[in-house]
């Protein structure tokens, strides 16, 4: 079985906007959406501190499809234009999408849109059309930090790839299993995996 994801450092992510960027060029998307957000978390009082600076901490986390494992945008399809692939992500059919956007209600995570010029609902595909070709997601190839990773989550964080061929487990500082996180499970079981080992992990609700 394969599940496709992309691993993130947030320790190492600075904010720069790279990733957000890279993916509307790419992509087409058009102005005021976006495949993958660069939110701001914090900042916040760190434990123990003064909740005054320098006692406080923050951290840029990436927010895009989930690729989920029980994606909800799916099951309530009525065209079967969301459906989930063999690779382990979540794709559209636009030529099935008939833009009622009952996947975009559904998702927890607010990451998909209607193209009002098309009349179909997009998102992040993680860049199937460089992937299928053994190329990285144009995200994970553009992060000048390497805070960004691919690959198979069956197959173990370690093996994911970076920007310059790297190999996660080869690159980045040691993490444990607490140390790895996921946005708020609502039974979707989310694959996309932040990596924070100092701060104090908030997600999303």
Sequence with gaps: MTQLAIATDLDRCVGCLACSVACKVVNGVPIGNFWNKTLRVGP??????????????????NVQCQHCENPECVKVCPTEASRKMPDGTVQIDKAKCIGCQFCVMSCPYGVRYLNEEEGVVEKCTLCQQRTAQGELPQCVSQCCGMARWYGDIEQGLESFQGPRGEKLGDFLNEFDESQVHKLTDTGNGPSMVYIMRDIKWQGVE
């Design 44 to 61: 916040t009082p760190k434990e123990g501190g003064s909740g005054q600076y320098p006692d406080v901490e923050m951290y840029f986390l």
